[in-house]
């Protein structure tokens, strides 16, 4: 399994971004896929999950940010709307199976004050 994360940028409090993650390889494998973000000296933390038992958020993003899955495209999706400065991080992607969990690349999101 591969996963490719874009869409990251700079933005400003309160605007919006969308992040995509291309799923290639064993697509057939995947039981859940997931964003996280890691700001520096921080831990990677959970931001939102989709899988067969629907969507998970945190609790700092809900009501904010969407995930949603398109399994014609394997992609995945997170929409980011009334982005905060404590948003700011690199968002990463991943795919779990019932072997092993899967990276993507981070992507940067930023969001200034």
């Known amino acids: 399994v591969q996963l490719q994360a874009s869409g990251g940028g700079l933005v400003e409090a309160g605007g919006s971004l969308r992040l995509s993650c291309t799923i290639s390889?064993?697509?057939?494998?995947?039981?859940?896929t997931a964003w996280y973000r890691q700001d520096p000296g921080n831990q990677r933390e959970l931001v939102a999950t989709?899988?067969?038992?629907?969507?998970n958020y945190a609790e700092s993003v809900k009501l904010r940010f969407t995930i949603s899955r398109d399994y014609v495209e394997n992609t995945i999706y997170l929409h980011m709307n009334n982005l905060k400065p404590d948003d700011t991080a690199v968002y990463y992607c991943n795919a779990d199976t019932n072997y092993r969990s899967y990276w993507g690349r981070g992507t940067q999101v930023t969001v200034s004050s």
């Open positions: 390889g064993s697509i057939f494998s995947i039981n859940a």
């Open positions: 989709i899988g067969t038992g629907g969507t």
